[in-house]
Structure formats: C-alpha cells, structure tokens
C-alpha cells in the first residue's frame, strides 16, 4: 500500500511512501512501550508543560502547517491557519486545566480513607481523517497523552505529510521517543495493532463502516473505543429568528473546509413564514462564494480533498435531481482542473433521495421547508445520526423544546454547531459513542482506580 499526496486542487502528485512491514510495525510497538515506561512516570505538570511547548511550536510554524494542509487536502488558507490555532487552544487548554480534572478525588467509604486516582491504560491507536489533518490527531493526543498514554497515530492515506509533521512536532515539543508515533499502515495492519497488550484503547473519527469494524475488532479484544462517525446536523431556523444572522452564519456553517466537516449544518429545516427570504438570500451568498485556489486568501471553496470523493457527492447530487430534487445554484462539477464541486444548494427534496436520506460531504445545501417546531423537530431527528444540531429563536420556548427533543450530541441556540476544547463533542445514535474535548475526554482512557485504606 501507499500513501499518496496528491494536490487535489491540480491533481499533481506530490509525494508517496510505502506501508510499514510487519517486522517496522513490531518494532515501533517496541518503542511505544518504552516510551509509556518513561511517559507515565511523569509527574502531570512535566507532561502538561511538553503541551505548552506544543502550542508554542504550532503557533511558529503556522503559516507552514497551514499551507501544507491547502495543498494537501484543499483547506482554504485562512481556515488552515485556524485549525493551527486550534490545535495550539487545544494543547493549552489541557495543559492549564487538565491536571485539575485528573487530580485524585476523596470518597466516603468504610475505610479510614478512600480516592480515585485516574492513571493511563497504555497505546491509544487513534484513526484518523483527512478533513481536519492536524486538528483531529491533536485534539484526540492532548488529553489522552495528558493522562500518561501514548499513541500510535495511523492517519488518512491521502495527507501523509500532515501525518510526518505532527509526529515531528511531538518529538520536538520534548516527549519521550515512541510516546507519538505516525505509523504508515492499512486498515488490515489495524488488528496486528491491537493485538499488543500495550495497546488498551482505539480512537477513530470516520464512516460508520469504519467505525463499526474498528469497535468489533477491538471489543473481541475486550479495549476500549471512542467513535466518532459523522452526521447530517439540522439547522432549524424558526420565524422568531435573527434572519440576518441566521442566514449569514448558515453559509459558514454548511460551506466551512469546503463543505467536508461533521457538523456541517447538511440540512436546513427553515420555517414556512420565512422560508421564501431565507432560500432567496442564502441562495445569493452561496452563489457569491469565490470558488479557487485554497493557497489564495480570497478563496472560500476549495477543491475536495480525493477525486473519489467529488465523483461520489456528484452522483448524490444527480440521483437527488433524478428523483425530483432541484438545484437553484450549482449542481455540478466546473470545467477546470482539480477536484472541485461546484456550491450547490437544493431544495424540494422528496424523501427517500441521497440529499434526503445520506451525508452529502461537500459543498451542497438542503433546504426543507417546516409547518411548525413539531415538523422541525421530527425531520430533525429522522435521520441515523446524532452527532450535533443548531435552533434559531427568540422564544423561550421553541428553545427549551429544542435543547429536551433534538436527539443528538449538541444543540447550539443561535449559533453554528462547532467544537471548543473546554467543551465534550461526540455523538449518539450512529455517529458514534463516547466524549472527545472537555474535561470528559481525560476520563475516555484512565483505569479509574479506587484506592481504600482501612482503619487500624
């Protein structure tokens, strides 16, 4: 197998590396324990200072770190040069207030005395996508790494030079060699992986395909995962709302990293008395977007990031147009070199099409008419996932309904759906289980050890 990078913006091939073997793949096992060995033996504050010298050197490099994900995987410049930031957020954030969220916590008992301590399990294998490089692989490190783990990070085919420089950038920050590894393996080197009883937990944000495997794979070994599997996020907008802030933040919210996030805002559930504004409006920006060059400042829609992904968001789109769907901007692929969807916003959609039933992941709108909250909130929740979901409103109550009866990880009032260190993000139903970020994802991959002393 290889790992291949390709500009997906020209299709020019940029560089490519061979798998491991299995003999390289033992070997750095090898390293990972002897990295744990050292790793875990640090006091919490020495790793949570390694963190703060993390974020300082992504802060440096951020203009590097952002062009290489433009042109590996498409980002638009300005949105690559957050992620950096992000990551560095991220590093900081669990460095300042994680050792506090791991602290030993005193319990009644029977005993003269009684704690939990929260100690680390091993290897983390963290899977990981392509839409998000650099974000997804720290965001999943920090807090594992924090707790004592160390991690075998087995990347997207298709960024392996993001891959080559996270892992540099670990090494750097002054981490133990093998406590974070990149690793150059396929999907069938995973179950050799998890075969190492070093190896106790597995992360992996991607389809529920990948999901589903990696979690049988890893429970007929009795360890531990966090999934994260996508969604098709509603973003309801009721006739109470901010209509000039809901539209404009919808356009960020459906088009952000060219359409390729999670908890993009995929289906529109605007309400009947300002659906005709809402559509008209929304319609303008989106068309207005300056498609381009992701290395240009001016560019907000890329290209995607794999030809294979293009092709498939384009048989989506046609087959939803088959079925009765229409198109009133976009709707195809541009006549120009590179990977690129043209931004698309649908809208009498019947039920039973892709842009009803699927995940469209690219740069393409669905917009849905609802008679009323009821009709939001059952269209919402008629779908297999559950990863996060946005309300626009200015009654109390359409609010409280929203936050008790959307079923899904998140629900953002009057604001985009979107990821914060300080706060969990997962999901239910099929997008998947468990808690990235926040103080609960310290707690994924502990051993929570009860500690009773009796009386004399």
């Excluded at 973003?235 to 919808?250: G, Q």
């Excluded at 198109?327 to 039920?351: H, K, N, Q, S």
């Excluded at 297999?384 to 409280?400: C, V």
């Amino acid at each position: 197998m290889r790992f291949e990078s390709i500009d997906p913006a020209t299709g020019e091939r940029l560089a490519d590396f061979r798998s491991l073997d299995r003999a390289e793949i033992t070997a750095a096992l090898s390293r990972a324990a002897e990295g744990f060995a050292e790793w875990r033996g640090r006091s919490v504050e020495a790793r949570a200072a390694c963190l703060l010298d993390l974020a300082e050197l992504l802060e440096r490099g951020k203009d590097a770190y952002a062009r290489l994900m433009a042109r590996e995987m498409g980002k638009p410049i300005a949105e690559a040069a957050a992620e950096v930031d992000k990551c560095a957020w991220v590093c900081r954030y669990y460095a300042e207030e994680g050792p506090a969220h791991l602290a030993p916590e005193a319990l009644e008992s029977s005993g003269s005395s009684c704690r939990v301590e929260y100690h680390p399990l091993g290897a983390v294998l963290a899977v990981m996508p392509w839409n998000f490089p650099f974000w997804q692989a720290i965001r999943c490190a920090a807090p594992a790494m924090l707790a004592g783990n160390v991690v075998l990070l087995k990347h997207s085919p298709n960024v392996p030079q993001c891959a080559i420089a996270i892992e540099g950038l670990f090494s750097r920050a002054g981490f133990p060699p093998g406590a974070f590894q990149n690793l150059f393996v396929s999907v069938d080197d995973i179950s050799v992986i998890l075969d190492a009883p070093l190896v106790q937990a597995a992360s992996l944000t991607g389809s529920v395909a990948a999901g589903a495997s990696l979690a049988s794979e890893a429970g007929r070994r009795i360890k531990t995962t966090v999934l994260e599997l996508g969604g098709s996020d509603p973003y309801i907008v009721m006739e109470s709302a901010d209509l000039d802030r809901a539209i404009r933040t919808a356009v960020t919210a459906r088009m952000i990293n060219n359409g390729q996030s999670c908890i993009a805002a995929k289906r529109m559930l605007v309400h009947e008395p300002v659906a005709d504004e809402f559509e008209r409006r929304f319609v303008e920006e989106v068309a207005a977007l300056t498609v381009g060059d992701p290395s240009e400042p001016k560019t907000r829609i890329g290209p995607l990031a794999r030809e294979d992904l293009r092709d498939r968001l384009a048989r989506q789109v046609e087959d939803s147009l088959d079925a009765g769907a229409r198109a009133v901007t976009g709707g195809g692929i541009p006549d120009r070199a590179g990977w690129f969807y043209e931004p698309t916003v649908l809208v009498d959609i019947p039920d039973g099409c892709p842009a009803s039933d699927e995940e469209l992941f690219g740069p393409v709108a669905c917009l849905f008419r609802v008679a009323d909250l009821d009709d939001a909130i059952s269209r919402a929740n008629d779908t297999d996932y559950g990863l996060s979901s946005a309300i626009w409103t200015r009654e109390d109550d359409e609010r409280d309904r929203a936050i008790r009866d959307l079923v899904a990880g998140g629900v953002f009032v009057n604001g985009m759906s979107a990821s914060d260190p300080r706060v969990p993000f997962g999901g239910v139903k099929r997008s998947g289980y468990g808690r990235e970020l926040g103080p609960h994802a310290l707690r994924e991959f502990v051993n929570v050890k009860t500690v009773w002393i009796g009386r004399d």
